[in-house]
């Protein structure tokens, strides 16, 4: 199911629909890794082709699915794998970008940057780290949606007490408070949820199934 929901959610961004119906690339023999990774984006063009000219109720990537077993066999390791969803999708995108005729096009799609500015509470010291980024993660609470959500991830954090800052304008362990700024919005938004919290030890994660509601 996590290679179906990735590959579905792909197909339907408008773009990278356009992309995939002009010349379709040919794939190179698939016999080891390298050769792997050079073949998934022609892979996929092909199957996104055949899916929209379709009209049967499912289609098997069994090209894909060859790809992903040298290019991360973990991911299929028997018995009862670890199927993540994030995970395979960031792996396919980055295979996409070392693709030498649409890795370019995919880094803009996909690609974004943000800002993490911390600011003493003591000096004027600002500290601001630009990032690129190709997705983010977003803790998933109770009765979340998207946009809360979001807004909290940029919301202003407060660094104080046992988390202070150690600023490197006046030199001294300071309040600080922290602020993250979308500079560069990807044309498309990968949004990570993230469904564990965790107690003392990674032992204790605990799976939240709060829905999470998002508007059209």
């Known amino acids: 199911c996590f290679l179906n929901a990735c590959l579905q959610c792909l197909m339907h961004i408008p773009a990278l629909k356009e992309v995939c119906g002009r010349q379709v690339l040919q794939p190179v023999p698939v016999n080891d890794r390298k050769q792997a990774i050079q073949a998934i984006f022609p892979f996929f063009q092909r199957l996104c082709n055949r899916v929209m000219a379709t009209r049967a109720d499912f289609m098997v990537p069994k090209d894909m699915l060859g790809a992903l077993k040298h290019v991360s066999p973990a991911l299929l390791e028997d018995p009862l794998p670890q199927q993540d969803a994030h995970d395979y999708l960031r792996l396919l995108i980055d295979c996409m970008l070392k693709d030498p005729h649409n890795g370019m096009f995919i880094g803009d799609l996909f690609g974004g940057v943000y800002c993490s500015e911390l600011k003493c509470c003591q000096c004027p010291y600002l500290s ?28 202003s954090e407060a660094l104080s007490h046992d988390n202070k800052y150690k600023c490197d304008g006046c030199q001294n362990l300071v309040a600080a408070t922290k602020q993250i700024s979308i ?9 990570h949820l993230v469904r564990f919290s965790f107690g003392s030890s990674a032992a204790n994660a605990a ?10």
Do not use: Q, R, W
């Open 183 to 191: 500079i560069e919005a990807p044309h498309a938004l990968i949004l």
């Open 128 to 155: 601001p780290t630009c990032t690129s980024f190709g997705d983010l993660s977003l803790a998933v609470n109770k009765d979340s949606d998207i946009d809360s959500t979001l807004c909290a991830f940029l919301a």
């Open 207 to 216: 799976k939240k199934e709060d829905m999470v509601t998002y508007s059209m």
